[in-house]
């Protein structure tokens, strides 16, 4: 979008090879682990797990929002994935047990 509105042609081409070099990135890095998810399925001595904190969860789902302020209450949820297996697991927990952190 940025790239879009931008009128300056100079910042237009800067964010154009940075948007260029971020996809190179993530072609990458998807590419690293499509290597690391098939070395795994032929070793069974290594193991390629991804995993992800995902969003933070309002509990409860409330959509008045005089109620959401005041009574909103997070909910974490740290997801691993096997990619050997495909065997998959999710770790909840509200912040009362603990900060987002992984302590």
């Known amino acids: 979008m940025r790239i879009e509105m931008e009128n300056n042609e100079e910042t237009k081409t800067n964010l154009i090879t940075e948007r260029d070099k971020h996809v190179q990135n993530a072609d990458n890095a ?7 998810k098939e070395v795994s399925k032929l070793d069974p001595t290594r193991v390629c ?8 969860l309002p509990t409860p789902f409330l959509e008045t929002s005089v109620t959401f302020y005041k009574r909103l209450y997070w909910t974490y949820n740290l997801t691993t994935h096997d990619l050997q297996s495909g065997q998959a697991s999710c770790y909840l927990w509200h912040e009362a047990i603990a900060h987002r952190g992984g302590n």
């Not at 998807?30 to 690391?36: A, G, N, Q, V």
């Not at 797990?49 to 933070?56: G, S, T, V």
């Open 49 to 56: 797990i991804a995993f992800d904190l995902q969003q933070c």
């Open 30 to 36: 998807y590419s690293s682990k499509r290597h690391d």
